[in-house]
T-cell receptor, first 115, second 113 residues
Framework: AQKVTQAQTEISVVEKEDVTLDCVYETRDTTYYLFWYKQPPSGELVFLIRRNSFDEQNEISGRYSWNFQKSTSSFNFTITASQVVDSAVYFCALSGNQAGTALIFGKGTTLSVSS | KAGVTQTPRYLIKTRGQQVTLSCSPISGHRSVSWYQQTPGQGLQFLFEYFSETQRNKGNFPGRFSGRQFSNSRSEMNVSTLELGDSALYLC????????????FGQGTRLTVV
């Protein structure tokens, strides 16, 4: 079975702090994709990143960075120098052959950044 | 390029009624997927349509159905509404079936009373 676990339900930080959101996944597929989405209060899921199972390179995009480690089945997301606008619910998701075309989402982590 | 458009944004229905939600994908995208988001169950996959055919289905009762039109617009229907159907229904579009990079709309918030 495929599963995504985001153990952190809620995180609160003060602006300019760095914060890491954890994601652990389970799959028997050898080829799969991992995603991070951001959901602001408006409700729309905003795509942040996609990684395939063969690409373990870490990625940095501005203040965002992602650490993919197949050995620990983790795909963690770090926001550097957090800002109030980063406040949202963040979802990690998995897509693999077992689920067909479906995205399997974690329960999400609510990030609150205060000024 | 316009994003994924879902209508209506909000709906209030009575138990036992039926409801139809609409989703217009990004221009050129031919795959539309639907997800249900509730506080208890989180985000769950409902189904995917591509070229007017259902390609994949999640674990939901037959009261949940959908269809896709030749212009790739999709509708989702829920019959005999139950209180537990209250949720945010999100639509996602992709260029093709099996493409895991999905772009989501703002959702339709359905409240069943």
């Amino acid at each position: 079975a495929q599963k995504v676990t985001q153990a952190q339900t809620e995180i609160s930080v003060v602006e300019k702090e760095d914060v890491t959101l954890d994601c652990v996944y389970e799959t028997r597929d050898t080829t799969y994709y991992l995603f991070w989405y951001k959901q602001p209060p408006s409700g729309e899921l905003v795509f942040l990143i996609r990684r395939n199972s063969f690409d373990e390179q870490n990625e940095i995009s501005g203040r965002y960075s992602w650490n993919f480690q197949k050995s620990t089945s983790s795909f963690n997301f770090t926001i550097t120098a957090s800002q109030v606008v980063d406040s949202a619910v963040y979802f990690c998701a998995l897509s693999g052959n077992q689920a067909g075309t479906a995205l399997i989402f974690g329960k999400g982590t609510t990030l609150s950044v205060s000024s | 390029k316009a994003g994924v458009t879902q209508t209506p944004r909000y709906l209030i229905k009575t138990r036992g009624q039926q409801v139809t939600l609409s989703c217009s994908p990004i221009s050129g995208h031919r795959s539309v997927s639907w997800y249900q988001q509730t506080p208890g169950q989180g985000l769950q996959f409902l189904f995917e349509y591509f070229s007017e055919t259902q390609r994949n289905k999640g674990n939901f009762p037959g009261r949940f159905s959908g269809r896709q039109f030749s212009n790739s617009r999709s509708e989702m229907n829920v019959s005999t509404l139950e209180l537990g159907d209250s949720a945010l229904y999100l639509c996602a579009s992709s260029p093709r079936s099996g493409d895991p990079k999905a772009f989501f709309g703002q959702g339709t918030r359905l409240t069943v009373v």
